[in-house]
Structures are given as C-alpha cells and as structure tokens.
C-alpha cells in the first residue's frame, strides 16, 4: 500500500518562499507522477502541479506556473514543491497525491493515492 506524508507547511509573508515535501513509501516498481493539489476554504480542490517518474516531466497550472517548482529525489522517495514569490492567494491546504501512471494529469479524478494534506497561510 502507497503512503504519502507532505511536510513544510506554515505561514510565510507575502513575497516569501516555502519548500513542501511528499514522501512516500510502498511504491516499488511501475510508473507513476504525483501531483499537488490545493484547497482553500470554500473552494474546490485544484491541481497545481505534477511529475512524472519517466524522465521527470512536470507540468503546472497557469496560476502557480513560473513561481512554483516540482522536484523529485528517487533515492529519497520524495517529490518537493518549491513555492517562491508567495501571495495570499496561495493559501491553502496542499495534499500530494499518486496515480499509477507516467502520464502527468492535474485533475484529481486520476489520483488513487493521497497524502493527508499540510497548511500553507500566505499573510503578513
């Protein structure tokens, strides 16, 4: 069974920078990408960026794109998400989540797997 556990959340500044963490455990061998999501309060649940285990490729959603990076380190089982130049809009709750499948996706209709999510307030 996968289990995915997300780390680094917390408050920063307006302008500032946070690392996330997705680590994982259970997965062995196949392809898949994970993903981050993110839900603010009173809003639906949206894909923001994902990886694929072949060759690396990411994709990001037109809000976050050119602030946000996705990384992943195999060996460590973790895929990151650097998050520069920070708004208030970014404030959410950010799950990882898995599908068994290289193909990236940002739609959480694909994802079987899902972390329990981390807090991220964007205020000064």
């Known amino acids: 069974e996968v289990q995915l556990v997300e780390s680094g959340g917390g408050t920063v500044q307006p302008g500032g920078s946070m690392r996330l963490s997705c680590a994982g455990s259970?997965?062995?061998?196949?392809?898949?990408?994970i993903a981050w999501f993110r839900q603010a309060p009173g809003k639906e649940r949206e894909g923001i960026s994902c990886i694929s285990s072949a060759e690396g490729d990411s994709m990001y959603e037109r809000s976050v794109e050119g602030r946000f990076v996705i990384s992943s380190d195999k060996d460590k089982k973790t895929v990151y998400l650097q998050m520069n130049s920070l708004k208030p809009e970014d404030t959410a709750v950010y799950y990882c989540?898995?599908?068994?499948?290289?193909?990236?996706?940002?739609?959480?209709?694909?994802?079987?797997?899902w972390g329990q999510g981390t807090q991220v307030t964007v205020s000064s």
């Open positions: 989540a898995l599908r068994r499948s290289s193909n990236c996706v940002l739609h959480e209709y694909w994802f079987a797997s």
């Open positions: 259970g997965l062995t061998i196949g392809d898949y990408a």
